[in-house]
């Protein structure tokens, strides 16, 4: 999906993610709503990536990672963990 970070700069910047703060899970289609801290970007089973919910992430493979999928704040939009 749209997210500009650089390799190169892992060690040195928090990781955020820059489309804007997701209104839904691109999956379920469910809002997101106060009661969701997280949303992940994640390849789907189908193989597509995917901007969705920790159900549907955990749905779908849920392993974060590369190449697996990655987990952001819904509130500040940094990049939690690896
Ligand atoms: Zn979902």
Redesign the pocket.
């Known amino acids: 999906m749209k997210i500009k970070q650089k390799e190169t700069n892992r060690m040195n910047i928090v990781k955020k993610w820059m489309s804007g703060k997701p209104s839904h ?1 691109d ?2 289609r ?1 809002p997101f709503d106060s009661a969701d801290k997280y949303f992940y970007d994640f390849k789907t089973s189908t193989g597509p990536w995917g901007l ?2 920790e ?2 992430f955990k749905n779908n493979n849920g392993q974060l990672g590369v190449g697996h999928g990655q987990k952001y704040s819904l509130k500040t939009l940094e990049k939690i963990g690896k």
């Open positions: 899970c999956i379920c469910q969705g919910c159900e549907c």
